[in-house]
């Protein structure tokens, strides 16, 4: 059985907890000549606003075999203290800084997930040292007066105790459900997604919070970020915020890569769990993305970033 460590540690009197799923391969010392074994960055992993530390089986699965994969459950996520009233930004990327220090590393593989990649951003932009590579995914770069409107009918809906409603539209908002477009295992998602936010909601002290303040600490995308190997991906179909808009909010990265999933909305981390643990196995490694074929047009669209970032 892999070794699995779970640490608690505080950021301005708040209690969280990380978890460290230690390198199930060979260490790097003992690497047998695959570049996949030469990983030694752990790889920090930072979800949605209501994905805690146990909700990353398929990157332990694929990356614990070159690398260590922690996960956390951040202030006002899972087990973790609730978040004081106001803006949480400087506080939760103080809290990624505290676990970086505690793993007693100089740098981490950093992952962000949608709500979790403007977290990641942010890390990014203030210490850019402690990062040795930087992937993002359903990066949420613009929210639309309309989806902002959806989501406080979620919420009103939450307040008035109608929890099924809540999770009803919250799943409709994070979920392409045009019938023209092919998303993979769309109703099995569906159907995963909504019992996960109906379980959120009757068992975690803060989902509630978690979206209203979804709502009211709009994640900043701008400043760019430059020494940081990054790389933007993205369901081909995401309804939360578009690959267009994706690809132009990694334009502002320096030599940046930006990629889509085939066949995937926002929920890309479910929908083809399997194709973004690759990706972020090839990411980390350093191995060529171009053969996966399960990415669009890759060649082509990392050209692009690299024209606009130069």
Known sequence: MPEETVRSLSVDGLRYSYRVLHRTGPAAGEATGSPATQVTEPVLV???ALQG????????????????VVTADLPGMGSAAPLPPGPSAD??????????DDLDVPRVNLFGFS???????????????????????????????????????????????????????????????????????????????RRTMLH????????ADS???SLGDRPDFSGGLSGVPALVFT????????????????????GCRFTTIRDADHWVVLEKADEVADLALRFFTDRPLEPAGYLRSVPHQERAADRSTA
């Open 46 to 48: 930072l979800g949605g």
């Open 53 to 68: 530390m146990l909700g990353w089986p398929q990157m332990d699965g694929r990356l614990g075999p070159v690398t260590s």
């Open 91 to 100: 506080l939760l990327c103080a809290a990624v800084t505290r676990i970086i």
């Open 115 to 193: 709500y979790g990649a403007a977290l990641a951003f942010r890390c990014a932009q203030r210490n850019p040292g402690r990062i040795a590579r930087l992937l993002l995914g359903g990066v949420p770069a613009h929210i639309s007066p309309a989806q902002r409107a959806h989501w406080r009918s979620a919420t009103d809906r939450l307040a008035a105790g109608d929890r099924d409603g809540f999770a009803t539209l919250v799943t409709e908002a994070l979920m392409c459900l045009d019938p023209d477009r092919y998303v993979a295992r769309r109703d099995l998602a569906y159907r995963y997604v």
């Open 200 to 207: 959120a909601v009757e068992h975690s002290p803060h989902a």
């Open 211 to 213: 979206v209203h303040r």
């Open 235 to 254: 369901g081909e179909h995401d309804t939360v915020t578009s690959a267009e808009r994706q690809r132009a909010f990694a334009a502002t990265i320096r």
